[in-house]
């Protein structure tokens, strides 16, 4: 059974850092190019980051390109975005995804709220 579980989310001041998680299983991780995509209220869902299945390269938005950084453990099946400088405008539910040809997988988000 293929399972995404992001976890790190939560209520940050601006300026304040979170890492949020993203657990994998039942599939090949390390053959899985690993996105980070997030989803405002009202708005379409916007791909942040990705992590290529091949030498794991990463690209950013630009939005959230010099604040966020992401990684992969393959050892552990895990995905993390290191989330830094965070503003109000980063307020979303962040979701996990897997991609490998035609399959993807979605994980079932996690809400970061940046507020004072």
């Known amino acids: 059974q293929v399972q995404l579980v992001e976890s790190g989310g939560g209520l940050v001041q601006p300026g304040g850092s979170l890492r949020l998680s993203c657990a994998a299983s039942g599939f090949t991780f390390r053959t899985y190019a690993m996105k980070w995509y997030r989803q405002a209220p009202g708005e379409e869902r916007e791909l942040v980051a990705a992590i290529s299945s091949a030498g794991r390269s990463t690209n950013y938005a630009d939005s959230v390109k010099g604040r966020y950084t992401s990684s992969s453990d393959d050892a552990k099946n895990t995905v993390y975005l290191q989330m830094n400088s965070l503003k109000p405008e980063d307020t979303a539910v962040y979701y996990c995804?897997?991609?490998?040809?035609?399959?993807?997988?979605w994980g079932q988000g996690t809400q970061v709220t940046v507020s004072s």
């Open positions: 995804n897997a991609l490998f040809l035609v399959r993807k997988y």
